[in-house]
């Protein structure tokens, strides 16, 4: 995206070359950087800035994905065509205690499967590799709580965040130093907004998860929200009966845990305007959210991503 | 006009800052229905507006926060209308936290300085303004906020404004936009109000939506520090970077600073092709021919204009740590792409932020703003902060902590030191050591007052001489009878004992020899540079380690009894702290064992590690 003179692609290129400095500085700074991998949207954007930050060369360091054994199939599809088509490996980590003892978001509630299948599983995954820097795609509009994370954000060994003991970043410069154990979690795109987001993998023409696109779906009603039935794994409640809905998704986790908004935006153009005049935050369709007022921040603190 | 602009928002307690955030954010469409019914609920709970939703909800974000009623950190927003991006900092208004204004001022093109009409200019008011300017803030917006409250009444926003015009000539402003706002009911904050027919002005979105922050990019030279080197296969060399001022073109000439190489940019590469040229601000990758030698942290320029080069500087100073500035302490300096070794060596005066009166200190606090003098361990390529936030601007590191202790701006550089050069000579310490028969090394023994260390030292020193090496022993109390005669017992002045110390065992180790120090150096960070200035695996740190109680048992020289009586200040492990050593290469417990048998564990220590030729 260097033509330049696109002045609706101007702030967009601020946006890139930021974030491609600061996944320079990172893996400059970097013993055992790894980028974690979630499938969604914000994963492919920051997968695309790390692939132009180091061409002609692959990104040198490898993709983590945390797999719950939930994701919807169309994700793990898609999951292993952009790391081969990439030329990045591909590591990919289950908690095999959890799968073992049968956690599943059904029996054992949204929040502790998330923590087992993906705090935990998070946290062995890390563990196992060493790494010292984590780039996620973290975004501040996404979360009350984001709004004051540090885009190089300090955890100790134990993956936690600390608010107290955040390091003021000034300019765009970055303290990298560590004590053994502690890592950075880095948010490349810290200033985006899910607009930007949009925006960007239109211009630059970012393949992403079909489920994005509206297409007609089987869902069920529940608690007022559209879950798409993935899989004969997802238990009908007495009442509930599956049904036929042009629907998408805003934005990708569990299948059982994000639910899908009615839309008729198949194309990145009526994505954009749709996200534009929505009336919700995209997080809305993220139930683990709504557990407790400041949930996300006690998650953080635990070491979630 | 820049398409993003980045503002930041300054006041004190109760000025209603997120309130003026959270009105822009509503009246831009950028709150969700979900987050909007979330703070209904929690006005119930936390609002400080009684039955109305309190908007400041949406950006308060940290539970403490919420409860306590104040931001105590920076929190940036992104939001954007038809004719703007923005990112706003919402620093915060406490007078105790002016190192997150710093933060929130670092990155921002302008300021709006945010005054309560029922209490006017408080002192807080100068003190952001001039943060803000310091850290590299050229605009200022002055909204009077809570208008309302005052019946919107023109004489006392007239009278703000003209005191605010006081405080900012002070400063050395020259100009500023003044709002009556109320962020309360919106009024001039997104939409005229008609409450004050009198005021014909833009409203603070309409400014900041049209403000031109751009800086004069015309005319100045090309830089670009080095952030990294790719180099996929031999063929390929990309020098990557973000390009920090002016504009670069394939076949321009750069210089690459410090080393001082002359090249020419071969091409541009960005993704999946080349471009013609590059401007300030862009992310990419340079290839120069003929290839020359640079690392990260080295600076492409103009060749007709390279960035200047020097290792000693006068810089400004804020103070962001718990831990007060040590004159003479070894800091890790992060400028640009570049981390080095440097120290404060003078503190020229600290700065009152309210008045911007210049007092005397010999340290700096927590908070505190100060112009210093600034020394680094190898010379630099930089640019004055004023003509460069990307070249002069700068954080210094703790050394045992990792902590970001201070942020600070380059104003100029200091004396010649360029005519001080490193005289290159013929015969190496591989010669010399090897002319002794041994490899040249540091021993540093360090632990409390009578734990042992001198002992040890001597036994050690006479157990390697009978073996025919070549040795010396700097003793603590030795060496402050000639070379520390002039130093005391305060924190600064050990700090600056122990960094001479450490010079004078490696010019020993440049000779050849094997040094043995033994010396309380209570302070981490000290041995750490101690350590820094020697090849790996010339250093051994050994921790003598015995308790206080057991040192202050053993007393030999009476000290300890003093200290307890108060007869002396600033005593080691008792009113003076002592760090020990967290990864020691040796430990040895004086407790357990003998002076001889510590002797014996060094000596086979140093043989296995460094095994003696």
Known sequence: ?305 | MRPTLRFVLCGSVDDGKSTVIGRLLYDCRQVFSDQMSRIERESARYGTQGRETDLALLVDGLRDEREQGITIDVAYKSFETPRRRFVVADAPGHEQYTRNMATGASTADLAVVLVDARKGILPQTARHTRIAVLFGVRHLVLAVNKMDLVLWDRGVFESIKARYHGVADEIGVTGFQAIPVSALTGDNLTRRSVSAPWYAGPTLLACLETVDVEEPAVGQPFRMPVQYVNRPDSDFRGYCGRVAAGEVAVGDAVRVSPAGPESRVESIVVWDGTCERAVKGESVALTLFPDVDVTRGDVVAAADAPVGVADQFQARLVWMHDDPLAVGRPYVMKLHAREIGASVTRIKHRLDVSNGSRLAASTLHLNDLGTVNLATDRPVPFAPFEESRKLGGFILIDRATNATAAAGTIRFPLMRAANVKWQNLDISKDIRSRLKLQQAQCVWLTGLSASGKSTIANLLDRRLTIEGRHTYLLDGDNVRHGLCRDLGFTEADRVENIRRVAEVARLMVDAGLIVIVSFISPFRSERDYARSLFESGEFIEVFVDASLEACAARDPKGLYAKAFRGEIKNFTGIDSPYQPPVHPDLQLDTEELSPEECADLLAERIEQELPLK
Not at chain 1, 254 to 264: G, Q
């Open chain 1, 1 to 305: 995206m260097n033509s330049k003179g696109d002045r609706s692609d101007a702030w967009l290129t601020e946006l890139e070359s930021e974030a491609i400095e600061i996944i320079r500085e990172a893996v400059a700074a970097a013993a055992r950087p790894v980028m974690l991998y979630s499938i969604g949207k914000d994963s492919s954007v920051l997968l695309h800035l790390a692939r132009k930050a180091f061409w002609p060369a692959s990104p040198p360091f490898p993709l983590l994905h945390i797999d719950t054994t939930w994701k919807f199939r169309d994700m793990i599809a898609f999951r292993d065509r952009t790391a081969a088509e990439a030329g990045m490996e591909l590591r990919v980590h289950t908690n095999e205690d959890g799968l073992r003892e049968g956690v599943d978001p059904f029996s054992h509630g949204a929040e502790r499967y998330t923590e087992i299948m993906k705090t935990a599983a998070l946290r062995q995954a890390l563990d196992a590799g060493e790494y010292d820097i984590i780039f996620v795609g973290a975004r501040r509009d996404e979360e009350k709580s984001r709004a004051k994370e540090r885009v190089f954000s300090l955890r100790n060994a134990a993956h936690q965040w600390d608010p107290k003991a955040q390091r003021p970043e000034l300019w765009n410069l970055y303290n990298t130093r560590l004590h053994r154990g502690e890592s950075l979690r880095v948010s490349p795109l810290s200033s985006w907004t899910e607009v930007d987001v949009w925006r960007y993998i239109a211009v630059e023409a970012i393949p992403v998860v079909p489920l994005y696109y509206a297409a007609e779906r089987p869902v069920v009603k529940r608690d007022g929200q559209w879950i798409m039935v993935d899989d004969d794994r997802m238990p009908l409640l007495p009442g509930e009966r599956t049904r036929e809905r042009r629907i998408r998704f805003r934005t990708l986790g569990c299948y059982p845990l994000t639910a899908a908004v009615e839309s008729d935006a198949d194309t990145l153009d009526a994505i954009i305007a749709e996200t534009l005049a929505a009336d919700g935050s995209e997080r809305r369709g993220r139930l683990i959210d709504h557990d407790r007022d400041g949930s996300m921040e006690l998650k953080k603190r635990a070491g979630y991503f």
